[in-house]
């Protein structure tokens, strides 16, 4: 079993909740799990690698609650775009994607991820046009190296696109159904690394066809499910799934942007999560960023949503919600006539995009903070960058929150085995399947190369399409 020892280094533990700076700390890895945290640790007779961390800051892996990893050939499309526009040029081109697409596209969505120092994603995986494209996402994840939940998600599929747009009125067709059964008894993925999930939004759907279908998932063993919800724009199904006897602490919402406060107390007491996703919600209309509302914040987490559209660094998530808030709170004191206090803290912040993550997918007992038994996913910075520099000495946490981008993450490790070093990619493993084994290594730039042509292929297979057809087709389907 593989050894690895991080000496001497800035360490932001967790103790009760509480963020605790360990300074000269030493954290041992045993294969995937942390296996001793303390001072002048040693590997004895173990074979494995010592990692000088002097000057560097230990973080625990970060957790995004909400993306959808697929997307990756459509960046720089979508930046000017608000919600339903974003869905006909952004959501629905899952269509123009063949399996091999969707590989490359998860793929690049995983590493880049990997990259910006998450090490656990939810992913709703809304690309489901046939098990092909299912297996070539998981096999995406599973090579990557990341930790994933794949939410596999019902969607309205298009059958034809050129002036004119049809549809298969069949959601829930035969073959997804024989799908999940599959991909059930073969779960997890990746060296358990990649689990499976449910992603569902059709709540229009008949009462029974909903209770039937989560019957089912939680039967063949999934243990976490997730759905989009904006009020004024979607069905309210935080109150749905309580009507229906089906909501509890396995049902992780996104966005909850202008939730009501009774569903709000609805969300809490049946124990239940939420991500908030701070640039697409601000950009694409959905509402005020709830995340530090005082009745919902205990149970917020943090998602990247569409790397296609925005940075896929959960660090410029967490610093634009907190400041954002920041600024709200400020102006309704101003309001009021008082003086502005900052009110929303940095551990706090923190906390959103570590151990709040990881209750909100019921992992906080093996991710989201450094403890000893707990899986060996974390982020090592560099303290002396010109970025960071004062900053980590000072204030590690600050340093991270206020400070760092991912050019100061040296170094990735998920599941004890290392992903970035020297602040790059290291290569990656494909595999011949979801649970298969290494084929072939390749390189960040092999990949790159990889997605360019893909974009292009999908690109030449958008020509034709009538995207005001797109939008009169979400109206069908999305409502």
Partial sequence: MAFILLEK???????????????????????????????????????????????????????DTHHHLWQTQLKG???DLSFMHYMVAGNIQSFNYTPDDIFWGQLGGCLESINSGVTTVVDHAHMTYSPEHVTEAI??????GLRTFFCYTPIWRIKSWSSHLDYDDDLLPEWWYTTLETLAKSAPFGSGRVQLGLGFDNFKLPRETIKSLWAKCRALGLKLFTTHFVANYMTNSVNLLSEYGLLDKHILFSHVNGIAESDAQTLLKHGAYFSTAPETELQMGLGEIVAFRPDVKCNASVGIDCHSNNSGDILSQLRLGMQHARGQENQEAMKAGKYPAVQIQLEEVFNLGTIQGAKAVNMEDQIGSIEVGKLADLVIFDGTSPNMACAAEENPV??????????????????GVIRKESNRLVDTGILDGPNGQI??????RDVSNSLLKSRQMIIERQEGQDLQEGMKFLYKTFG
């Fill in 9 to 63: 280094g800035t360490i932001l533990a967790h103790q009760d909740g509480q963020v605790v700076v360990l300074k000269d700390h030493d954290v041992l890895i045993e294969g995937n799990r942390i296996k001793d945290i303390g001072k002048g640790l040693k590997l004895d007779s173990h074979e494995g690698r010592v990692i000088d961390c002097r000057d560097k800051i230990i973080s625990p892996g970060f957790i």
């Fill in 77 to 79: 499309k979508l930046g």
């Fill in 139 to 144: 096999r995406a994840s599973a090579s990557s």
């Fill in 398 to 415: 600050a340093a991270v929150l206020l400070h760092a981008n991912v050019g100061d993450i040296e170094m990735v490790i998920v599941d």
């Fill in 439 to 444: 084929t072939k290594s390749l390189s960040w």
